[in-house]
């Protein structure tokens, strides 16, 4: 079952999954798309792909992915949560990170509460004074 949930790019469990319709061989969209953007084989057996020889994987392994249960990826988080509910908890995460729409910080959602640009803008320009 690992071969078949296992990305062999990223080799984590499997998000977006497409697979190579000759082969049916599945990966993460955002790993497969540039990989055969580049090399324009199929990373398991080699054989000549293009992006339009990408599909959908079967809706039984979509059901399966969907169940399986992964750790929130937001550094801080340590939620586990099934991977058909990933987006929907990241969404809500307080962990997420967030840039500042007026000093393009990058924040947790958590941080973002209480932050204050002017201090962070100062901290900025004292360090860049260091240097």
């Not at 080799?11 to 082969?23: A, E, H, R, S």
Request: proline share 5%; with cysteine.
């Amino acid at each position: 079952l690992e071969g078949i949930i296992i990305c062999s790019i990223c080799q984590d469990v499997l998000m977006d999954p497409v697979m190579v319709k000759k082969c049916e061989h599945a990966f993460c969209r955002s790993c497969i798309v540039p990989w055969i953007e580049k090399d324009r084989t199929c990373p398991e057996d080699r054989a000549a792909v293009s992006l339009e020889d990408l599909g959908p994987v079967s809706r039984a392994l979509r059901q399966i992915l969907g169940q399986l249960p992964v750790r929130c990826p937001e550094a801080g988080c340590g939620d586990i949560v099934r991977v058909e509910s990933l987006e929907v908890h990241r969404e809500a995460c307080r962990e997420t990170r967030i840039e500042c729409s007026k000093c393009e910080s990058k924040l947790s959602k958590k941080e973002s509460v209480e932050h204050n640009c002017v201090a962070f803008l100062k901290g900025v320009i004292a360090a860049n004074e260091l240097t």
